[in-house]
T-cell receptor
Framework: AQKITQTQPGMFVQEKEAVTLDCTYD???????LFWYKQPSSGEMIFLIY??????QNATEGRYSLNFQKARKSANLVISASQLGDSAMYFC??????????????FGKGTSLLVTP | EAQVTQNPRYLITVTGKKLTVTCSQNMNHEYMSWYRQDPGLGLRQIYYSMNVEVTDKGDVPEGYKVSRKEKRNFPLILESPSPNQTSLYFC?????????????FGPGTRLTVL
């Protein structure tokens, strides 16, 4: 069964607007971590933001914020004030278990975001 | 600068010719991992290592070998590459300290097996 689901294969947003990229996850663990990565056309994977399952507040990193709804098992990425350089693939990922367990990240299939002028 | 490096970045080879993709990190991370990325399948883990001399299989280990003789290096070995191993490969590393487990990725190695 898919552990990470990203239902939006592609999204468009106009420059300076905010955009939400959806991510739902499936786990029975109480302790887990959720990550978002950006992959521009050049191919590298860039870490954006992290949310731990026990974190009470939503994570924020600059223009990125993670809308964490634990009961719904969703971890949506919100990008505020989109820029042309935000055009990329975005991957949601989950680490199950404790943070020192070194488990693999389970990745979603990604959402392609295109920011238009 | 803290980073994960991979070499080579691009490689075209032929079926059956042994190759090694190197991975090195300078962050003293205990955990290192290899992923492959294929269209429509996302990233899948090949092998991982919790520390020196400790390695284990991920989801798609067939056709690959790894070794962890030093903490900073985690090479991926394809003993007899086949066309279905054509993919984009990523090495990643992270600390195992509690609460500090963000995985940092190398730049990727694009492998084509003819």
């Amino acid at each position: 069964a898919q552990k990470i689901t990203q239902t939006q294969p592609g999204m468009f947003v106009q420059e300076k607007e905010a955009v939400t990229l959806d991510c739902t996850y499936d786990t029975s663990d109480q302790s887990y971590g959720l990550f978002w990565y950006k992959q521009p056309s050049s191919g590298e994977m860039i870490f954006l933001i992290y949310q731990g399952s026990y974190d009470e507040q939503n994570a924020t990193e600059g223009r990125y914020s993670l809308n964490f709804q634990k009961a719904r098992k969703s971890a949506n990425l919100v990008i505020s004030a989109s820029q042309l350089g935000d055009s990329a693939m975005y991957f949601c990922a989950m680490r199950e278990g404790l943070s020192n367990s070194g488990y693999a990240l389970n990745f979603g299939k990604g959402t392609s975001l295109l920011v238009t002028p | 600068e803290a980073q994960v490096t991979q070499n080579p970045r691009y490689l075209i080879t032929v079926t059956g010719k042994k190759l090694t993709v190197t991975c090195s990190q300078n962050m003293n991370h205990e955990y290192m991992s290899w992923y492959r990325q294929d269209p429509g399948l996302g990233l899948r883990q090949i092998y991982y290592s919790m520390n020196v001399e400790v390695t284990d299989k991920g989801d798609v280990p067939e056709g690959y070998k790894v070794s962890r003789k030093e903490k900073r290096n985690f090479p991926l070995i394809l003993e007899s590459p086949s066309p279905n191993q054509t993919s984009l490969y990523f090495c990643a590393s992270s600390s195992l300290a509690t609460g500090v487990d963000t995985q940092y990725f190398g730049p990727g190695t694009r492998l084509t097996v003819l």
